[in-house]
């Protein structure tokens, strides 16, 4: 396994387990306001799935500014339970599997064309990189905002993945 595939399921398994974390928490948890980085939880895993669903669209061959507008309204699309959630990035983390199992050349280079910085030549492995790297530190913030509400977060560090089995999808 490549480790661009390896740091992928490691994202997978991270945010399966801090899903499941908040699942096991009141509902409405998801909903409530705190005074963080995002309005509630919910905004921070609707903005976490937008911008993994972005980069998967872009690696699958659609051009950024493009991947940015169809994925903006995903952004604000609140979900009303934890399961939605789990669903949504269950269902795409499926999608980046079979994407990352079509690979053969992960460090083949791509013209990126991002809005926000420009033009640049960039692999594939760093998208990838980039996507685990976005994901843990919202997780982080996810982790921070649960405190702020009186719950204990879950470890989902990448040493702790080392000891876990293979996530499941």
Same mark, same amino acid.
């Given at each position: 396994m490549s480790?661009? =595939? +390896?740091?992928?399921?490691?994202?997978?398994? %991270?945010? +399966?387990? @801090?899903? #499941?974390? @908040?699942? =096991?928490?009141? #509902? !409405?948890?998801? *909903? +409530? =306001?705190?005074? !963080? *980085?995002?309005?509630? @939880? %919910?905004? %921070?895993? !609707?903005?976490i799935y937008a911008v993994d669903k972005m980069w998967y669209l872009v690696l699958t061959d659609t051009g950024m500014p493009e991947a940015l507008q169809a994925c903006i309204p995903l952004n604000s699309e609140i979900h009303g339970s934890i399961d939605e959630y789990i669903q949504c990035f269950a269902d795409l983390s499926v999608q980046y599997r079979e994407w990352l199992q079509g690979q053969t050349d992960l460090e083949k280079t791509v013209l990126l064309d991002n809005p926000f910085a420009g033009v640049r030549e960039t692999s594939l492995s760093e998208m990838v990189f980039h996507l685990v790297n976005h994901g843990t530190y919202h997780r982080g913030n996810v982790s921070t905002m649960l405190r702020q509400l009186g719950h204990v977060s879950i470890m989902n560090d990448y040493s702790l993945f080392w000891y876990q089995e293979p996530a499941q999808v």
């Open positions: 480790q661009p =595939e +390896q740091m992928y399921n490691y994202h997978t398994w %991270a945010t +399966q387990t @801090i899903l #499941s974390r @908040i699942k =096991e928490l009141p #509902s !409405s948890v998801l *909903s +409530q =306001e705190v005074n !963080s *980085s995002f309005p509630t @939880i %919910a905004h %921070a895993l !609707s903005h």
